[in-house]
């Protein structure tokens, strides 16, 4: 079993879009390593961090300009009450 190679500093601790990692220049099989989670198409997350919900929408709203956080994720990322 290969040593993973560190991901980049700028999205080593949050959650992360597969173009940006790209840009970073991650390679698509480094994308694949056992420490990263995939909740969706698109996006990683390192398992070492532990993001908030607002991360999370942030790394979804980044891959589809179309999509956005509404009602009860909207309320909880601005601390509204429900």
């Keep these: 079993m290969s040593k993973l190679s560190p991901l ?11 173009p940006e990692a790209a840009g970073a220049g991650v390679r698509a099989t480094r994308l694949l390593g056992g420490d990263l989670h995939r909740p969706s ?3 990683r997350v390192p398992k ?26 909207a309320a909880e990322i601005l601390k509204i009450g429900l």
Aim: a positive charge.
């Design 48 to 73: 070492a961090c532990r993001p908030d919900l607002a991360a999370l929408a942030r790394s979804h709203t980044e891959l589809h300009a179309d999509t956005f956080a509404s009602r009860v994720s």
């Design 8 to 18: 980049p500093e700028g999205i080593s601790g949050r959650p992360f879009v597969v």
């Design 41 to 43: 198409r698109g996006i």
